[in-house]
């Protein structure tokens, strides 16, 4: 049963702006703070983009990411947002959203401090 779900991905032309949503089973969202975005281009690694602690809504961004980029959430809905903004054809990527507990030795910006994972959604970016 999937835990973690996204949304939103899709065909966009460069310039323009998209919205990925992270929908969370509320009994993980529950027993998670963390939640985060990771993105995976073909043949590529996967990278942070950005990070809420899901108690108090505190943000961390990868560098790359801070400009661009900008993570949220509702609370009620359990949902995490991703707004990406002046998308780029480098923004093209499969996006992934994990969640766990926040710990004091993990970074919030590395997959493997993430036990779950959604499918993801596609973004395909060009014109």
């Known amino acids: 049963e999937q835990q973690l779900t996204e949304s939103g991905g899709g065909s966009v032309q460069p310039g323009g702006s998209l919205r990925l949503s992270c929908k969370v089973r509320?009994?993980?969202?529950?027993?998670?703070?963390?939640v985060a975005w990771f993105r995976q281009a073909p043949g590529q690694g996967r990278e942070a983009v950005a990070a809420?602690?899901?108690?108090?809504?505190?943000?961390r961004y990868a560098d790359s990411s801070k400009d661009r980029f900008t993570i949220s959430r509702d609370h009620a809905e359990n949902t995490v947002y991703l707004d990406i903004h002046r998308i780029q054809p480098e923004d093209t990527a499969t996006y992934f959203c994990?969640?766990?507990?926040?710990?004091?030795?993990?970074?919030?910006?590395?997959?493997?401090?993430?036990?779950?994972w959604g499918q993801g959604t596609q973004v395909t970016v060009s014109s």
């Open positions: 994990a969640a766990d507990r926040r710990h004091p030795a993990l970074s919030p910006l590395r997959p493997d401090s993430y036990g779950y």
């Open positions: 509320r009994r993980v969202y529950v027993s998670t703070n963390l």
């Open positions: 809420i602690y899901t108690d108090d809504a505190t943000t």
